[in-house]
């Protein structure tokens, strides 16, 4: 369940800027490109031009992973009306959760997109409150290292490490580090 303690309001309009290339990088072939830079308002690209309330909340858990991740930060947008298919930050009974909106015949589900986890369905016996309509997801990638030393290998991806003390070994076990991660 999200916890919804302390949500980060997003200011659009801020003045702070980054620098933005004016051109996409490709992420299929590589090809040459050649760009300016110029001043991006990262808040505002947030906050839609300027949706009064827009904030921001980090993500506790797994029910979501397929595209939000457990501490991805999460930009809601409350004043959005939710349809099928959004992601939406809801207190059910006084809890929250994010999840998918579902509206159904007999009330509302609410779906994981982990498909470990059944839908939530929501009935007028609950007290319900779609808090907002999720628009963004920010994703810190996480580091990957590879220490090759006397003793063997080890690998590290975030505050995961292995080792092995023998190099052929040390591949197998870093091919398995992944498929099951």
């Known amino acids: 369940m999200l916890k919804l303690t302390e949500p980060v309001p997003l200011r659009p309009h801020s003045k702070n800027y980054c620098l933005l290339a004016t051109v996409a990088v490709p992420a299929g072939d590589a090809r040459d490109?050649?760009?300016?830079?110029?001043?991006?308002?990262?808040?505002?690209?947030?906050?839609?031009?300027?949706?009064?309330?827009?904030?921001?909340?980090?993500?506790?858990?797994?029910?979501?992973?397929?595209?939000?991740?457990?501490d991805d930060l999460i930009i809601v947008n409350p004043n959005l009306q939710?349809?099928?298919?959004?992601?939406?930050?809801?207190?059910?009974?006084?809890?929250?959760?994010?999840?998918?909106?579902?509206?159904?015949?007999?009330?509302?589900?609410?779906?994981?997109?982990?498909k470990k986890y059944h839908p939530q369905t929501v009935t007028q016996k609950d007290e319900c409150e779609?808090?907002?309509?999720?628009?963004?997801?920010?994703?810190?990638?996480?580091?990957?290292?590879?220490?090759?030393?006397?003793?063997?290998?080890?690998?590290?991806?975030?505050?995961q490490k292995i080792c092995s003390n023998k190099e052929k070994a040390g591949w197998r076990l870093f091919e398995n580090f992944f498929k099951s991660g």
């Open 82 to 114: 939710p349809v099928r298919g959004n992601k939406v930050v809801a207190s059910i009974n006084g809890s929250y959760t994010v999840k998918i909106f579902s509206p159904c015949r007999n009330g509302l589900h609410l779906v994981a997109a982990n």
């Open 130 to 159: 779609i808090v907002g309509v999720v628009t963004h997801v920010v994703r810190q990638l996480k580091k990957f290292d590879v220490f090759i030393s006397r003793i063997g290998i080890c690998f590290s991806y975030g505050n």
């Open 33 to 70: 490109i050649e760009s300016e830079l110029e001043e991006f308002d990262f808040n505002e690209y947030l906050t839609g031009g300027g949706s009064d309330g827009t904030f921001m909340i980090r993500a506790d858990g797994d029910s979501m992973e397929v595209e939000i991740f457990h």
